[in-house]
Structures are given as C-alpha cells and as structure tokens.
C-alpha cells in the first residue's frame, strides 16, 4: 500500500530560523512520483515541487531546498531564513508512476513568528 | 497567470438540496480532479478525469455524488441530495501530464446545514 508520512503535526519557529519539514513515503512501485504543496491561509494548494523516482539530486529554489533520498524513503523540504509569509499548512504526496492518483500526507502547520 | 478557477467560492446550503460545483481548469490541460479536504480525513481524492473521459471515481460516494466534463473548459461536480457530512472543501485541479504536477483552485467552501 502507498502512505506518505508526515510525523510534525506543527511546527513554531521565529522568523530567519531555518526549518525541515519531513516526509516519509512508503511504496512498492518502481516509479513514482513526490511533490511538495503549500497551503496559505487563503486555503488554495500552491504547487512547490516534484521529483520522480529516479531523480535523487537534490534541489534548491531560492529560500527552499529539498533533500530526496530513497534510501530512507524520505522527501524532506527546508526552508532556510524563514518568513512570516512561510507560514502556512505543508502537504506531501506521492503518486504511483502512470496514474494521477495523489496520496497525501496529513500536512505539517508551519507557524512563523515574527 | 495561468489558474484553475472555481465557482463558486462558498455555498451554505439545507440538507436535500442539490449542489452543483464547476471548474475550468488551466487551458490545454488534459487532466482534471476533484479533491475533498475535510479535517477528519485531510485531502481525499473523488474523481478524476484525462481527456474528458472519467478514469477513476471509486472514491466518491456514487449515490449522491456525481462528476462531468461537458466539454474541455468545464468540470462540474454534483450533490444531490446533500448531507451535512459532505461539508468541507471541495478543491478541482488540473495538469498536463503526471510527472509534471497537477495545479488546484482556491476551493468551494460547501456548509451543508
């Protein structure tokens, strides 16, 4: 069965900390597919990144980095110098290779304060 | 910039009456969902849709629920009749191909009382 784990219900940080939202998958496909989505308080899903499963190098945007390893089945997301406007609701998902179907994690609140 | 609109935003309506919520997804997008997002269950996938044709639906109640696509513009999503339980947000979502991601609307906010 395909699960995304995200252990950190919330998470509290002050402004121009860094913080690593974690996320841990479980599949027994071959290919696949992890993305990252923020939820703001305007409640729409904003879609921050994807990684299929052959593609372990690791990323950076600008304040965000993710940090992929299959080995421990982790897709980790760190956002470096937070900012109030961080703050928001963090999903993972996992999708099986050639369907659309997401699963999602439970989410991680992330609260930043200024 | 390119978005998947919904409509409409928010709805309150009586248990029975019937709930119709549309979507026009992102132009040239061949994919079309439609998600659940309540607190008891987070983000539960109803149906989705590539190329207009329904490929999977398992997860929607099929008693009162039902989706379409009556062309490649507009998704729609019905209730009928509506029970409190179906209160949450009801996100569309549409995307190009799997591995690119998929990109969802702000949401209908359906209170069913």
């Known amino acids: 069965a395909q699960k995304v784990t995200q252990a950190q219900t919330e998470i509290s940080v002050v402004e121009k900390e860094d913080v690593t939202l974690d996320c841990v998958y479980e599949t027994r496909d071959t290919t696949y597919y992890l993305f990252w989505y923020k939820q703001p308080p305007s409640g729409e899903l904003v879609f921050l990144i994807r990684?299929?499963?052959?593609?372990?190098q690791n990323e950076i945007s600008g304040r965000y980095s993710w940090n992929f390893q299959k080995s421990t089945s982790s897709f980790n997301f760190t956002i470096t110098a937070s900012q109030v406007v961080d703050s928001a609701v963090y999903f993972c998902?996992?999708?099986?290779?050639?369907?659309?179907?997401?699963?999602f994690g439970t989410g991680t609140r992330l609260k930043v304060l200024a | 910039d390119a978005r998947v609109t919904q409509t409409p935003r928010h709805k309150v309506t009586e248990m029975g009456q019937e709930v119709t919520m549309r979507c026009q997804p992102i132009l040239g997008h061949n994919t079309v969902f439609w998600y659940r997002q309540t607190m008891m269950q987070g983000l539960e996938l109803l149906a989705y849709f590539r190329n207009r044709a329904p490929l999977d639906d398992s997860g929607m109640p099929k008693d009162r629920f039902s989706a379409e696509m009556p062309d490649a513009t507009l998704a729609t999503l019905k209730i009928q009749p509506s029970e409190p339980r179906d209160s949450a947000v009801y996100f569309c979502?549409?995307?190009?191909?799997?591995?690119?991601?998929?990109?969802f609307g702000q949401g209908t906010r359906l209170t069913v009382v």
């Open positions: 979502a549409s995307g190009l191909s799997q591995g690119e991601g998929a990109f």
């Open positions: 990684r299929n499963s052959f593609d372990e």
């Open positions: 998902a996992l999708t099986k290779g050639g369907t659309y179907k997401y699963i």
